[in-house]
């Protein structure tokens, strides 16, 4: 889907909305990712193959993956989630830190799998993707949300956080950014005179604040 996307008055998952979600909710703090994957080459298909995970079962596995995409799916820009290895800090970060949130994590793919179930006949990861939305529709957005499913909206939003939080850092996330720090400059003359005039300020006394 494309960053220059408007909100989708129908509710449709995308990343402009789930970013602007994530700046009501606490966003997970930002960890070192293992490496990103190139979505598609045998590199990755061997990635995936070694990888071990920690927490999930293969069926949550699975699910935690396709879900990974739905919220951050691939675009013009960048990779997706699973491209940037968000699934693998995930389980990762839940291992080492959050207990409470692992509950609350395993809960929330238990729940997604139960609707699934009840509503199409089939888990979450075998329901064509437009279902699969409609399941994520109805606890993605908080405000929007039937109070009986508080619980599972808050569970989605640690799911959601972990997502941006793990894609953001990442290598891919960062370039999807266009963040332009951490690089090694020659030499540093100041702000341009563009961006101080904005700011009401001006290097005449320049040689004083390197004093």
Known sequence: MSEKQRPDPSGTLNRRD???AAMVAP?????????ARAAGS?????????????????????????????????DERSGSATA?????????????????????????????????????SHDFTDCSETQQKQILDRIAYPTKAAPDDSGVVAAFGHIRDLVL???YSSKIGIADLRYQGNQMVE??????ESATARLGVDYSNWEHWKS
């Open 27 to 35: 966003t997970a703090a930002l960890a070192q990712l293992t490496p």
């Open 18 to 20: 789930l970013l602007k």
């Open 42 to 74: 045998p590199a990755n298909a061997a990635a995936e193959a070694e990888y071990a995970p920690k927490i999930f079962n293969p069926h949550q596995w699975k699910t935690l993956r396709v879900l990974s995409d739905l919220i951050l799916p691939a």
């Open 84 to 120: 940037a290895g968000v699934p693998e800090f995930i389980d990762d970060w839940l291992n080492i830190h959050e207990d409470q949130m692992k509950t609350a994590v395993l809960g929330s793919l238990t729940w997604i799998d139960m609707e699934s179930s009840r509503q199409f």
């Open 187 to 192: 030499s540093w003359d100041g702000c341009p």
């Open 165 to 167: 939080g793990g894609f």
